[in-house]
């Protein structure tokens, strides 16, 4: 690894870490420059600002998610439906073991920003939008398997695929307010029931 790249990836290991556990708009460039130890003239080598360094975050972890437990949960080799509950089970223990690590539940990095900046910042919420469709997607594709198998009845698979991440999203939203990841697994089950007709 460069010299560059080390520096780069302390950049955003540092970010990462505060954008999520707190949040963007408490988060300053110089915390993150003194956290990576640099100076605020390397940041800006890096990052023209500190959206570009939000951006760049998002893509982060939008790549480890879907290289991580997203990939392991959308398993080809799983049936169409276990994959929806196996997405479920990871959000669960996920939260539940950062929870123990840190005292509190993080939430959804996407979704925390979403919440903090889509009225304030239309190429952040573009981004993320962008990372809700790539996981609708995933949704999407089981679901579409699932009806081809004869597993479910034939449903409306892009709109169901859309409410089921909604009510994921929901969930972790309110496992977050409640600090507690009891939450996810108490309303989990319900998720893969749900359904949205043809019309």
């Excluded at 009510?167 to 939450?183: C, H, R, S, T």
Aim: hydrophobic content about 45%; overall charge negative.
């Amino acid at each position: 690894m460069t010299i560059a790249m080390n520096t780069r990836d302390r950049i955003l290991d540092a970010a990462k870490s505060r954008f999520h556990s707190r949040s963007y708009a408490d988060v300053g460039i110089k915390e993150i420059c003194d956290t990576a130890l640099i100076q605020k003239g390397s940041f800006y080598h890096f990052f023209p600002s500190k959206r570009d360094l939000a951006l760049a975050v998002i893509d982060e972890f939008a790549s480890e998610w879907a290289n991580g437990f997203v990939a392991e949960a959308f398993d080809p080799a799983l049936p169409p439906m276990e994959r929806i509950s196996y997405m479920i089970d990871a959000a669960y223990y996920w939260q539940k073991s950062v929870k123990e690590k840190h005292g509190k539940i993080p939430g959804c990095l996407f979704g925390n920003l979403v919440l903090e900046v889509s009225t304030k910042d239309d190429i952040l919420r573009a981004r993320l939008n962008a990372v809700f469709e790539v996981s609708k997607s995933r949704f999407k594709e089981a679901l579409e398997e699932a009806v081809k198998l004869n597993a479910i009845e034939p449903l409306n698979t892009d709109l169901t695929a859309e409410a089921m991440l909604a009510y994921l999203e929901g969930m972790i939203l309110f496992a977050k307010a409640q600090n507690d990841p009891e939450v996810i697994y108490k309303l989990g089950p319900a998720l893969v029931n749900i359904r949205i007709e043809l019309t």
